[in-house]
């Protein structure tokens, strides 16, 4: 919201004031936006590892691993990118549904919903003269943008973008998903699996310790469970491909 005059009227700020300033919605926006790509590089990364040390487990063919990678990679990405943008798809129609619903109170109650606004503002600790004097002033700017951002907590010209959060999704779990792709493949038969474990614990030490800093929790604590869940799984998937190649082989 643009500096108050002591007057209560809103004060002019130059066009290059701050511009380069990050400020609390860009800033918070990013951090989402990261944290969603270091959960989705997880994802590719425990996905893919299970899945191929499984496999290695039940074979020591390059090209079966190869293939079986490959697909897991695909599938898992596809479907992480397809789940996003359902999921972002039923977030944004219902932002555009409250904004629908606010500008027709707009149009119907105008002088309600500026009382309304007032006592937000007084909410957040404003006199209730200076309150009504802001709702007034943004009103008069923009009603819609005052109410969204106010009560709804959007910018209108801003809404979440599903096409965005899909790419995001799917290039974040193909990146995680490579790392143990490439390892299992990279290395002998007698190596695979546990240099494969070797870099995914690493890989997996890594993402906990982002996200967990980035949502403002323990870094250890998350990235110690990050790894643990990442072993059983390549452990339990290994059992499985060992014991089908018991079965089968």
Same mark, same amino acid.
């Given at each position: 919201?643009?500096?108050?005059?002591?007057?209560?009227?809103?004060?002019?700020?130059?066009?290059?004031?701050?511009?380069?300033?990050?400020?609390?919605?860009?800033?918070?926006?990013?951090? &989402?936006?990261?944290?969603?790509? $270091?959960?989705?590089?997880?994802?590719?990364?425990?996905?893919?590892?299970?899945?191929?040390?499984?496999?290695?487990?039940?074979?020591?063919?390059?090209?079966?691993?190869?293939?079986?990678?490959? /697909?897991?990679?695909?599938?898992?990405?596809?479907?992480?990118?397809?789940?996003?943008?359902?999921?972002?798809?039923? =977030?944004?129609?219902?932002?555009?549904?409250?904004?629908?619903?606010?500008? =027709?109170?707009?149009?119907?109650?105008?002088?309600?919903?500026?009382?309304?606004?007032?006592?937000?503002?007084?909410?957040? #600790?404003?006199?209730?003269?200076?309150?009504?004097?802001?709702?007034?002033?943004?009103?008069?700017?923009?009603?819609?943008?005052?109410?969204?951002? +106010?009560?709804?907590?959007?910018? *209108?010209?801003?809404?979440?973008? *599903?096409? =965005?959060?899909?790419?995001?999704?799917?290039?974040?779990?193909? +990146?995680?998903?490579?790392?143990?792709?490439? +390892?299992?493949?990279?290395?002998?038969?007698? /190596?695979?699996? *546990?240099?494969?474990?070797?870099?995914?614990?690493?890989?997996?030490?890594?993402? #906990?310790?982002?996200?967990?800093?980035?949502?403002? /929790?323990?870094?250890?604590?998350?990235?110690?469970? &990050?790894?643990?869940?990442?072993?059983?799984?390549?452990?339990?998937?290994? $059992?499985?491909?060992? /014991?089908?190649?018991?079965?089968?082989?």
């Amino acid at each position: 919201m643009p500096p108050l005059r002591c007057d209560g009227a809103v004060a002019e700020v130059p066009q290059d004031f701050h511009d380069d300033e990050p400020h609390r919605d860009d800033v918070s926006g990013r951090l &989402n936006w990261l944290r969603a790509g $270091v959960l989705g590089a997880n994802d590719g990364i425990v996905s893919t590892a299970g899945l191929v040390v499984g496999v290695a487990g039940a074979t020591t063919e390059h090209t079966t691993i190869l293939f079986a990678g490959l /697909a897991g990679l695909v599938a898992g990405a596809l479907s992480m990118a397809g789940g996003e943008y359902v999921s972002v798809s039923t =977030q944004r129609d219902t932002e555009r549904a409250l904004l629908r619903l606010e500008r =027709q109170e707009l149009s119907t109650m105008p002088e309600e919903e500026e009382r309304e606004l007032a006592q937000l503002y007084e909410a957040k #600790g404003l006199s209730p003269r200076l309150a009504a004097d802001v709702a007034r002033e943004l009103t008069e700017r923009d009603a819609l943008r005052a109410h969204a951002e +106010a009560e709804l907590g959007l910018d *209108p010209d801003r809404l979440t973008s *599903p096409w =965005q959060a899909a790419w995001a999704s799917m290039v974040s779990f193909t +990146a995680g998903a490579l790392l143990p792709l490439l +390892a299992i493949l990279l290395f002998p038969p007698a /190596a695979r699996v *546990p240099a494969t474990a070797a870099a995914v614990a690493a890989a997996l030490a890594v993402t #906990g310790w982002v996200s967990a800093r980035l949502g403002g /929790a323990p870094p250890l604590r998350a990235a110690a469970r &990050n790894v643990g869940v990442g072993t059983l799984t390549m452990l339990v998937t290994y $059992v499985v491909g060992l /014991a089908s190649k018991t079965t089968f082989g």
